[in-house]
């Protein structure tokens, strides 16, 4: 069965750095083909891809916001992590982690309400 | 970046009805491998997006057969047919055949 579930700070302050971590079972990162992405919501909106990561360390960062993003992994402990720099109030959103197999975005953690408030 | 563009905004339907919901591209989603990466995405009220329909056509597993997709190049349409009320939602589709990956802003499906 698989299952992730992201975890991030709840609310912090503009020019902070946004910590996020998205804890996964039921596959690995170091499995051939596979990958963890994250997506934002703003409450109300759209979806918007931000990054993923793939099995062999492989990168991928949305332009909009690259010079901002920062994907990693720790294959041990079955985790993904994403930080993104000098948040302001436009970076308020929730924030989900979903994996990247033979279709993109299978499964999709349950996401995490992040604010970004003085 | 590919622009998705979803219509209707919003669906009213009702229960045991079919309706359609159309995806349009800025540019043919075509992958230089031969295969459309369009794939079609159900957020219900309070919930996380849940994938439906990949690569135009597949079902996911778990999906019942009441949803189809279809379409080609530039040009998609995700059918349900005898909705239910947990068909009721919002309907996004993401392209992933060019970088980067992009969603339509989503088609709200609701009670008539």
């Known amino acids: 069965q698989v299952t992730l579930k992201e975890s991030g700070p709840g609310i912090l302050q503009p020019s902070q750095t946004l910590s996020l971590t998205c804890t996964f079972s039921?596959?690995?990162?170091?499995?051939?083909?596979?990958?963890v992405g994250w997506i934002r919501q703003p409450s109300g909106k759209g979806l918007e891809w931000l990054a993923n990561?793939?099995?062999?360390?492989?990168?991928y960062y949305n332009p909009s916001l690259k010079n901002r993003l920062t994907i990693s992994k720790d294959t041990s402990n079955n985790q993904a992590f994403l930080k993104i720099t000098n948040v302001d109030t436009a970076d308020t959103a929730t924030y989900y982690c979903?994996?990247?197999?033979?279709?993109?975005?299978?499964?999709w953690g349950q996401g995490v309400m992040v604010t970004v408030s003085s | 970046d590919v622009l998705m563009t979803q219509t209707p905004v919003s669906l009213p339907v009702s229960l045991g009805g079919q309706v359609s919901i159309s995806c349009r591209s800025s540019?043919?989603?075509?992958?230089?491998?031969?295969?459309?990466?369009l794939h079609w995405y159900l957020q219900k009220p309070g919930q996380s997006p849940q994938l439906l329909i990949y690569?135009?056509?597949n079902r996911f597993s778990g999906v019942p057969d009441r949803f189809s997709g279809s379409g080609s190049g530039t040009d998609f349409t995700l059918k349900i047919s005898r909705v239910e009320p947990e068909d009721l939602g919002v309907y996004y589709c993401?392209?992933?055949?060019?970088?980067?990956?992009?969603f339509g802003a989503g088609t709200k499906l609701e009670l008539k």
């Open positions: 979903a994996r990247i197999y033979r279709p993109p975005f299978d499964y």
């Open positions: 039921g596959f690995s990162l170091s499995t051939y083909g596979m990958g």
């Open positions: 990561i793939w099995w062999d360390d492989d990168k």
């Open positions: 540019q043919s989603l075509v992958h230089s491998d031969g295969n459309t990466y």
């Open positions: 690569r135009v056509s």
């Open positions: 993401l392209q992933s055949t060019h970088f980067p990956p992009t």
